[in-house]
C-alpha cells in the first residue's frame, strides 16, 4: 500500500486570512479561546479578535477586578484591546484600569446597575488617580448609570479625574449625579477635540456644565435630555452653548414635557447667532417663548410680531428643525391628527420666512405628523417654498441630506 504525502496535507494555518475570518465569524467566543489555544500560529491570529472587544460580568471571576489581573497577567494583550465594556462602575478597579496605558483603546462603555460596589475615600481615590494614564486613542466614553438610581454613584471631585482623557471626542453621561463637576476648574478638562457630547437625565447646575463645555473648540453635536424640567431656566444655557456658537451643527434640547418655558418672564432663546447650526430639536415654548394658559407651545395666537420673534430666533443656516410637543398625546386610533391653531400659525409663518431667516431650511419634523389630517394647506405651502413636513417617527434626516 502506497503511503500518503504528508506533504500534501493542507492545516488551518495555510488558508488565506478571508477564509478564517469567515470560519472564525461563525464560532463562539469560548471556541475561538479554545482554537487559540492549538497552535502559535492560530493563536497569534486569532487573540487580536478575540481581545478586540472585552466585556466584564460582574459577580463572577471575569468582572473589572478579574480584567485588571487578567491584563496584568498578560500585558500582550493590552495592545489588542479596541473596546471595553465593563458591567459595573467600580471605584478602585475602574481606575486600576485607567492606570494601564493601552495604546489601542477605542471605546470606553462603563455601566451601572444596583447597589455601590464600594465606596472610596477621597484620600484613597486622590492616590489612585495619581497612578491614571492618558489613553492616547481613546475617541467614545460612555458613562452609564441605572435610571432613577443616581445616588448608587455619587460622583465627587475626586471622579472627575476618572472623565478627563484628552484623546476623547464623542462622550456621552446618561443619568449621572454630575455636581461633583461644580468645585473643579472650567479648565481642569482637556477635550481640546471633543465634538459630540450627549447629557441625558443627568442632575447637574449652571457650574457643573461649565467644564464640560469650555475646553473644546471642535464641539460639533450636542444633546441635552430630560423627560422633565431641566435644572434650571432654558436663557441660562445660552452662555455655555455660546462658547460653540461658530462650531455646533447639531443640537438637541430634549426637554419634551417642560413647562419651565411658561414661567413669568421667559423671552425664549435666541439662536440667531449659531451660524453653523444645521439641525435643531426644540420644544417651540423654549425656543420662542411662554404659550396660553394649558398650551405648550410658542406663544398666543394673536402675536402681533410672529415673523419678526422668528428672525431673532432661528439659526441663518439651519436645514432641519425637529419640535417638541406639538402634537402629543397621539390622535386616538382611527382618528387623524388636528393642530391648534397657534401651531398652524407658527408653522405657517416658519414656512413663509424661510427665505428671509433660513433659506437652506428644508424639513419640519413634528411628533404624529403622518397621521395629520387638517389642515391640509400646510403640505401644499410647504411645497411651494421647496420644504418637507415630516413625522419623527418616521424619518430620520441628518444635517448633511
Known sequence: MAKSDSSNRRTLTDFPHEILDAITGEIRI???????????????????????????NIGTPQDTAGLVGFLKRRPEVVPMIKALVLDEYHPRYTRQLLGIEMPNLWSLLVQHEGQPVEVLSEEEKRALNCKLVDQPKLKNYVFWVECNNEASCKLSKEDAALFNQPAVDRLRLSNVDLLAFENVEETYLTYKGLATLVIEGSIYSHDALKPLF?????????????????????????????????TLKILRLEWRYTRLNHVAGYDG??????????????????LFGPGGEGVTTYTTPSHPNLPDLIRSRIPPGLKVLLLESITIPPPAPGLGQV??????????????????????????????????????ELYELADKHDMRLCGLYKYEISPSS
Open 339 to 376: 393642530l391648534f391653531p397657534m401651531d398652524i400659525e407658527l408653522i405657517s409663518c416658519l414656512i413663509e420666512q424661510k427665505a428671509q431667516v433660513a433659506p437652506r431650511l428644508k424639513f419640519i419634523f413634528m411628533y404624529y405628523l403622518e397621521e395629520m389630517t387638517e389642515p391640509e
Open 214 to 246: 469650555f475646553p473644546s473648540d471642535a464641539l460639533r453635536e450636542v444633546t441635552i435630555h430630560h423627560w422633565t424640567d431641566p435644572p434650571f431656566m432654558p436663557d441660562r444655557y445660552l452662555p455655555i452653548l455660546s462658547s460653540a456658537a461658530h
Open 30 to 56: 469560548h471556541d475561538m479561546a479554545r482554537l487559540a489555544a492549538t497552535n502559535k500560529t492560530i493563536k497569534a491570529y486569532i487573540e487580536p479578535q478575540l481581545y478586540c472587544k472585552m466585556y466584564t
Open 269 to 286: 432663546l435666541d439662536l440667531s447667532a449659531f451660524t453653523a447650526l444645521r439641525l435643531l430639536r426644540i420644544q417651540p415654548g423654549v
